[in-house]
């Protein structure tokens, strides 16, 4: 019995090494797995369902082959992929769920997020991912020109990279008093989340209960898997390809 979780993988066809590791974790452990979880930021930027991108169909293909061979998958939307729709899940054999989702893993109320609402103290974010998150607007960026969406899209990733360098690390990072506010609504001690990029296990107290936050790795430089038995969490690496 294993349920695995990733994140940030944040594909693109300049890092076709990431991509390989993934469809070989697809093709051979995934394949062993009760369910398979993506917990946003699959790809480096989503500007539509109808993007031709080829690297879209290649992944497509490879989680609908693991959908095919009985393994449920379930996808929780990122900052970077957040106008992933139904038509790509479909294909890819993927369940959509919110941004936060609760399940049951092996008897243990589970919360998911992706882990950005946690980062509180970026107020700057928190603002452009409230404003993303109208509908109206949505509704109106996925009608513009396929040309367009790119431009807007190459945009954003550079005022990003530029913002994130003059930024603190603390900034970026989850705080404390989101994370037991999260845990506490939703009445779970168990937190799976990414983002971040800080792989790491954090075990602490929460309202007199044992409480632990899992924080899922990026694919930059290893593969990153949170590997789930019953009453077991471990986080694993996974090696890259040579670039």
Same mark, same amino acid.
């Given at each position: 019995?294993?349920?695995?979780?990733?994140?940030?993988?944040?594909?693109?066809? &300049? =890092?076709?090494?990431?991509?390989?590791?993934?469809?070989?974790?697809?093709?051979?452990?995934?394949?062993?797995?009760?369910?398979?979880?993506?917990?946003?930021?699959?790809?480096?930027?989503?500007?539509?369902? /109808?993007? #031709?991108? #080829?690297?879209? /169909?290649?992944?497509? /293909?490879?989680?609908?082959?693991?959908?095919?061979?009985?393994?449920?998958?379930?996808?929780?939307? $990122?900052?970077?992929?957040?106008?992933? $729709?139904?038509?790509?899940?479909?294909?890819? $054999?993927?369940?959509?769920?919110?941004?936060?989702?609760?399940?049951?893993?092996? $008897?243990?109320?589970?919360?998911?997020?992706?882990?950005?609402?946690? *980062?509180?103290?970026?107020?700057?974010? @928190?603002?452009? +991912?409230?404003?993303?998150?109208?509908?109206?607007?949505?509704?109106?960026?996925?009608?513009?020109?396929?040309? +367009?969406?790119?431009?807007?899209? +190459?945009?954003?990733?550079?005022?990003?990279?530029? &913002?994130?360098?003059?930024?603190?690390?603390?900034?970026?990072?989850?705080? &404390?008093?989101? !994370?037991? @506010?999260?845990? =506490? @609504?939703?009445? *779970?001690?168990?937190?799976?989340?990414?983002?971040?990029?800080?792989?790491?296990?954090?075990?602490?107290?929460? /309202?007199? @209960?044992?409480?632990?936050?899992? !924080?899922?790795?990026?694919?930059?430089?290893?593969?990153?898997?949170?590997? *789930?038995?019953?009453?077991?969490?471990?986080? &694993?690496?996974?090696?890259?390809? #040579?670039?």
């Amino acid at each position: 019995m294993t349920t695995l979780f990733i994140s940030d993988l944040h594909l693109s066809l &300049e =890092r076709p090494d990431m991509t390989a590791a993934l469809l070989s974790f697809l093709q051979g452990e995934a394949r062993r797995a009760d369910a398979l979880y993506v917990l946003g930021d699959l790809f480096e930027f989503w500007i539509g369902d /109808d993007d #031709p991108n #080829p690297l879209h /169909d290649q992944v497509a /293909d490879a989680f609908a082959a693991l959908a095919s061979a009985g393994v449920p998958l379930y996808f929780v939307h $990122g900052n970077r992929d957040f106008l992933l $729709g139904s038509a790509f899940a479909r294909r890819a $054999g993927m369940t959509l769920l919110g941004d936060p989702s609760v399940i049951e893993l092996y $008897g243990q109320r589970t919360l998911l997020m992706h882990g950005d609402l946690l *980062c509180t103290l970026d107020v700057d974010y @928190q603002r452009f +991912r409230r404003v993303t998150g109208w509908r109206w607007l949505r509704w109106l960026f996925l009608r513009l020109p396929l040309a +367009r969406r790119q431009r807007i899209a +190459r945009h954003l990733r550079g005022n990003s990279q530029k &913002e994130n360098a003059g930024k603190a690390q603390s900034i970026m990072d989850v705080t &404390e008093a989101a !994370v037991h @506010q999260a845990m =506490r @609504q939703h009445h *779970c001690t168990l937190l799976i989340h990414g983002h971040t990029h800080r792989p790491a296990i954090h075990d602490f107290s929460l /309202d007199g @209960q044992s409480a632990r936050r899992i !924080v899922l790795g990026d694919w930059f430089e290893q593969g990153s898997v949170l590997v *789930c038995r019953p009453g077991e969490q471990t986080l &694993e690496q996974r090696p890259l390809p #040579p670039r």
